[in-house]
């Protein structure tokens, strides 16, 4: 993916909160997360003592809406998880401007987006760390098994 770290997991799922934890999250911490997207990213919030806080979606793509994201930053704010779904990359250049500007950290949830490009880079590459599951549903599959990037 062009990433220049890699760490193997059992699971996507269990990446999202290594990577959370990783950003620095801990409790009382709270993270951004889309309004519609699976349970998981809220589980790994909450299984760091963090607080999820939801923004809208973009109607157009479903992704998160970086606008309302600008609105829900809080002095407790840490980080944000992005979801890229079906192949679809976030648009994570608002994303990651906004990150940039508060001192937060981006988390982008690409399981079910193994090898999607945004401006030609694949997207989970792009954010500060990257998020990929391989079980067997998924783009990419070994049975069980992902990846931080």
Same mark, same amino acid.
């Given at each position: 993916?062009g990433?220049?770290?890699?760490?193997? =997991? @059992?699971?996507?799922?269990?990446?999202l909160?290594?990577? *959370?934890?990783?950003?620095?999250?801990?409790p &009382?911490?709270?993270?951004? #997360? /889309?309004?519609?997207?699976?349970?998981?990213?809220?589980?790994?919030? *909450?299984?760091?003592? &963090?607080?999820?806080?939801f923004?809208?979606?973009? #109607?157009?793509? !479903?992704?998160?809406?970086?606008?309302?994201?600008?609105?829900?930053?809080?002095?407790?704010?840490?980080?944000?998880?992005? =979801?890229?779904? !079906? &192949? *679809? /990359? $976030?648009?994570?250049?608002? $994303?990651?401007?906004?990150?940039?500007?508060? @001192?937060?950290?981006? =988390?982008?949830?690409?399981? !079910?987006t193994?090898? &999607?490009?945004?401006?030609g !880079? =694949?997207?989970?590459?792009n954010?500060?760390?990257?998020?990929?599951?391989?079980?067997?549903?998924?783009? *990419?599959?070994?049975?069980?098994?992902?990846m931080?990037?």
């Amino acid at each position: 993916v062009g990433s220049r770290y890699a760490s193997a =997991v @059992n699971s996507g799922t269990s990446g999202l909160p290594a990577a *959370l934890f990783a950003a620095g999250v801990g409790p &009382g911490d709270e993270v951004i #997360s /889309p309004a519609m997207t699976v349970v998981m990213d809220a589980y790994a919030i *909450l299984h760091l003592g &963090g607080v999820p806080v939801f923004a809208d979606i973009e #109607s157009a793509t !479903q992704h998160i809406d970086a606008e309302d994201i600008v609105r829900k930053i809080t002095a407790h704010t840490k980080a944000i998880i992005t =979801v890229s779904w !079906q &192949g *679809l /990359p $976030v648009d994570i250049e608002p $994303v990651m401007e906004i990150a940039k500007a508060h @001192n937060l950290i981006v =988390v982008d949830d690409s399981a !079910q987006t193994m090898m &999607g490009r945004y401006k030609g !880079q =694949v997207s989970g590459a792009n954010a500060h760390l990257g998020v990929f599951s391989f079980e067997n549903k998924k783009h *990419l599959s070994t049975g069980e098994g992902g990846m931080i990037v």
